[in-house]
């Protein structure tokens, strides 16, 4: 079946723009997670959703960061007063339960964000 | 605090040649990942350890841990251009369902 996908593949913008960076998950995932990988990096952490809800967002560097998925499927990554620093890969990643067991994630080929 | 380290993090090799990369973990955890990422591609998933002296194998590919010391290996056997890539180790805080701690990853060039 259909894995992870995410859009925009890459994104371009202007510092102190705003943008939405989107995921879909495999269809039945209950688990959605957000990461963040620079160059030469592993991914870090963002956000971890169990359903609709945001179960962990320990991860989110700043205010300017914020998550939803308003009907337990896809979620919007949204970034305001977007920074240099903010550059990265954007990971999305699913599972199957989520905080009901350990399990493997499944990752989306990211979203390359270049803030100019 | 969890750290994960790997090393080398650039590796260059012939093919028919074998070679292990390292992943040294700084606290305990319940299970140990290895995933492959190549170039703008998804991270996939390669290896699930859960338990000390966990062995698996998948192809020219195998993994192992020993939770005593902290380590897992990747091990290459007979290396073959398309396992090029890069590869990541991610270990999981103990009191966490979710929650994975990332090595750096080790970029793998395997020239024919």
């Known amino acids: 079946g259909a894995g992870v996908s995410q859009t925009p593949s890459n994104k371009v913008t202007e510092k102190g723009k705003y943008v939405e960076l989107r995921c879909d998950p495999i269809?039945?995932?209950?688990?959605l997670y957000w990461y963040r990988q620079s160059l030469g990096q592993g991914p870090e952490f963002l956000i971890y959703?169990?359903?609709?809800?945001?179960?962990?967002d320990s991860g989110l560097p700043n205010d300017r960061f914020f998550a939803v998925r308003p009907e337990g499927s896809v979620s919007t990554l949204k970034i305001q007063r977007t920074e240099r620093g903010d550059s990265a890969v954007y990971l999305c990643?699913?599972?199957?339960?989520?905080?009901?067991?350990?399990?493997?994630?499944?990752f989306g080929p990211g979203t390359r964000l270049l803030v100019l | 605090e969890l750290k994960v380290e790997q090393n080398p993090l650039f590796l260059s090799m012939q093919e028919g040649k074998n070679y292990t990369i390292y992943c040294n973990y700084s606290t305990t955890s319940d299970r140990l990942y290895w995933y492959r990422q190549d170039p703008g591609k998804s991270l996939e998933s390669l290896f699930v350890l859960l338990s000390n002296g966990a062995v698996k194998q998948e192809g020219r590919l195998m993994a192992s841990l020993d939770t005593k010391a902290r380590l897992s290996t990747l091990h290459i056997t007979a290396a073959v251009h398309d396992l090029s890539a890069t590869y990541f180790c991610?270990?999981?805080?103990?009191?966490?369902?979710?929650?994975?701690?990332w090595g750096a990853g080790t970029k793998l060039i395997i020239k024919p």
């Open positions: 990643a699913s599972s199957p339960r989520g905080l009901a067991g350990k399990e493997t994630q499944y």
């Open positions: 991610a270990v999981d805080l103990t009191n966490s369902n979710y929650q994975l701690i």
């Open positions: 269809s039945g995932h209950t688990a």
């Open positions: 959703f169990q359903g609709t809800g945001a179960a962990d």
